[in-house]
């Protein structure tokens, strides 16, 4: 059974250009959220879709989009990239289950913005 | 959600328990905790979750005070490959609101030695 999968594992971008990431749930999950994680920080919620949808959303600007797919997987948007946007980008997914989901995460995606 | 507070780092020498603590004063009674670790440049792992009942799986034990205000994960044998960045995460059921994410802080490194 395969986790939750991230590509690419490693990007290189310049300042202002657009960059698309993507993330595949683990199986029989329907619930994909995206994180963001600075050098030596904690990850930071960018936001979660479920059922196409964006469910919630983090303090982060209207240049980072997202989408989600009908077979659940999903994609994240960045536009205008900022050397600030250099950061792991970690995908997760979930199934609800009587009020409670727990997250399992991918092994992310390395962005560099030169 | 509640806030947590955990030590920045600790030691712990292979083959021995590491008990890694979390302070969590603020925490209601419908919060759960949850601890999930991070080996270097690699995605979160979870690890356990619990309420109020003291929790063991495969991995780990976890142990909550009576009062709930803080808890202790334990990792019964700990190996070098145990060395990694545990985070603590208070979170309400998932039913709406704010709870949907996972707020990380910066976690304990907790390093096994040889």
């Known amino acids: 059974d395969a986790g939750v999968t991230q590509s690419p594992t490693h990007l290189i971008k310049t300042r202002g250009q657009q960059v698309t990431l993507r993330c595949s749930p683990k199986s029989g999950h329907d619930t994909v959220s995206w994180y963001q994680q600075a050098l030596g920080q904690g990850p930071q919620f960018i936001f979660q879709?479920?059922?196409?949808?964006?469910?919630q959303r983090g303090n982060f600007p209207d240049r980072f989009s997202g989408h989600q797919f009908p077979n659940y997987s999903s994609e994240l948007n960045v536009n205008a990239l900022l050397l600030g946007d250099s950061a792991l980008y970690l995908c997760?997914?979930?199934?609800?289950?009587?009020?409670?989901?727990?997250?399992?995460f991918g092994p992310g995606t390395r962005l560099l913005v030169l | 959600d509640a806030k947590t507070t955990q030590p920045t780092s600790m030691d712990c020498a292979e083959g021995r328990a590491a008990n890694l603590p979390c302070n969590h004063s603020t925490i209601s009674g419908n919060e759960y905790v949850y601890w999930y670790r991070q080996i270097h440049s690699q995605g979160p792992q979870y690890i356990i979750h619990g309420l109020k009942n003291n929790e063991t799986n495969e991995m780990a034990s976890l142990i909550i005070t009576e009062d709930r205000k803080s808890s202790t994960l334990i990792l019964p044998h700990a190996t070098l490959r145990d060395t990694a960045v545990y985070y603590c995460i208070v979170r309400g059921l998932y039913s709406g609101g704010s709870n949907y994410k996972l707020t990380f802080g910066k976690g304990t490194l907790l390093t096994v030695n040889p």
């Open positions: 997760a997914s979930s199934l609800v289950n009587q009020g409670w989901e727990t997250q399992y």
């Open positions: 879709y479920y059922e196409e949808e964006e469910r």
